[in-house]
């Protein structure tokens, strides 16, 4: 309760008159300062949303990479393993050749077996596409059968290079596997660059809209102290005005009584003064009659 000097039914009156301007302009700006608020909070609000959608999206983003970064350690592990592989057949093949050289050296072979294969194989063909006459045919064939017996011999050669051959037909198809998995593996690096690419600009956007957030929520804390201190305000002269209202009821509730008091007084006085005429006998007027009605809704009440 507020302690207040006594005061004039006029002083309360005036100060009454006051108050309610006092009031209708607290709530006024109560009502702005409340939009004011709320505006802010809407804003910070926006921003929080946004801040989400974006962890999300870096969250989703980060699992996409580090399945792509998973995929990429297999195959280059993959591909490590079938390098190691050409390796150890290169390797081979150098012992191959080696044993090569070293029974052609031992043996006197000068002439190159898989050049007198691919000879023979040569002239085969010719004779079974071409027309020839049967002296060259059989030309032909004494060759052959000379450069056979020859390749014959040859034999400890031939395996070595057939060796040869085999190892490198491996090697060949081993490096064209790794070459596609070694594009397999920049394809996917460069798929998992973009998204840790798309990490960081996401990243960045969350940074700015943490700032703005932070000012939206300054602001909102701002204009929620304000409007606190202007509520409080509000409800102080709420309450206020109406102690001087009960004030000011109580003073015309007193009045009232008094006045009231003061005309039965005069009723009862009227009263006495009929009374008398009736007992000397007198004629009632009309007004008297009123005085005696009055008197009878008094008492009922």
Same mark, same amino acid.
């Given at each position: 309760? #507020?302690?207040?000097?006594?005061?004039?039914?006029? +002083?309360?009156?005036?100060?009454?008159?006051?108050?309610?301007?006092?009031?209708?302009?607290?709530? !006024?700006?109560?009502?702005?300062?409340?939009?004011?608020?709320?505006?802010?909070?809407?804003? &910070?609000?926006?921003?929080?949303?946004?801040?989400?959608?974006? #962890?999300?999206?870096?969250?989703?983003?980060?699992?996409?990479?580090?399945?792509?970064?998973?995929?990429?350690?297999?195959?280059?592990?993959?591909?490590?393993?079938?390098?190691?592989?050409?390796?150890?057949?290169?390797?081979?093949?150098?012992?191959?050749?080696? &044993?090569?050289?070293?029974?052609?050296?031992?043996?006197?072979?000068?002439?190159?077996?898989?050049?007198?294969?691919?000879?023979?194989?040569?002239?085969?063909?010719? #004779?079974?596409?071409?027309?020839?006459?049967?002296?060259?045919?059989?030309?032909?064939?004494?060759?052959?059968?000379?450069?056979?017996?020859?390749?014959?011999?040859?034999?400890?050669?031939?395996?070595?290079?057939? !060796?040869?051959?085999?190892?490198?037909?491996?090697?060949?198809?081993?490096?064209?596997?790794?070459?596609?998995?070694?594009?397999?593996?920049?394809?996917?690096?460069?798929?998992?660059?973009?998204?840790?690419?798309?990490?960081?600009?996401?990243?960045?956007?969350?940074?700015?809209?943490?700032?703005?957030?932070?000012?939206?929520?300054?602001?909102?804390?701002?204009?929620?102290?304000?409007?606190?201190?202007?509520?409080?305000?509000?409800?102080? &002269?709420?309450?206020?005005?109406?102690?001087?209202?009960?004030?000011?009821?109580? +003073?015309?509730?007193?009045?009232?009584?008094?006045?009231?008091?003061?005309?039965?007084?005069?009723?009862?006085?009227?009263?006495?003064?009929?009374?008398?005429?009736?007992?000397?006998?007198?004629?009632?007027?009309?007004?008297?009659?009123?005085?005696?009605?009055?008197?009878?809704?008094?008492?009922?009440?």
């Amino acid at each position: 309760m #507020i302690n207040m000097e006594k005061s004039t039914p006029e +002083e309360d009156y005036k100060k009454l008159n006051e108050l309610r301007k006092d009031l209708l302009e607290l709530r !006024r700006k109560l009502n702005e300062l409340g939009e004011q608020k709320e505006g802010w909070f809407k804003k &910070k609000s926006e921003y929080s949303t946004r801040i989400a959608e974006l #962890i999300k999206k870096i969250k989703e983003c980060k699992a996409k990479r580090d399945e792509l970064t998973a995929k990429v350690r297999e195959l280059k592990k993959k591909r490590d393993e079938i390098n190691n592989n050409v390796k150890q057949l290169v390797s081979q093949v150098r012992e191959e050749r080696k &044993k090569k050289d070293e029974i052609s050296k031992k043996l006197g072979i000068k002439e190159n077996p898989e050049r007198m294969k691919k000879q023979i194989d040569a002239l085969e063909f010719k #004779i079974e596409t071409e027309a020839l006459s049967l002296e060259k045919e059989k030309k032909l064939v004494k060759i052959i059968k000379e450069k056979k017996k020859i390749y014959d011999s040859l034999k400890d050669v031939t395996d070595v290079i057939k !060796r040869i051959y085999s190892l490198e037909d491996e090697i060949k198809k081993l490096k064209t596997n790794s070459r596609e998995i070694h594009r397999s593996i920049q394809n996917i690096a460069q798929e998992s660059q973009k998204k840790h690419e798309e990490m960081l600009e996401y990243s960045k956007q969350i940074d700015e809209l943490r700032v703005k957030e932070k000012e939206c929520f300054e602001q909102f804390l701002k204009y929620k102290t304000e409007f606190n201190e202007v509520n409080l305000k509000l409800k102080e &002269k709420l309450t206020e005005s109406n102690e001087i209202r009960k004030r000011v009821k109580d +003073e015309k509730l007193e009045s009232l009584n008094k006045e009231r008091e003061r005309e039965m007084e005069e009723l009862k006085k009227k009263e006495q003064i009929v009374l008398e005429k009736m007992k000397r006998g007198e004629k009632l007027t009309t007004e008297d009659l009123l005085v005696f009605q009055k008197m009878e809704e008094e008492n009922q009440e």
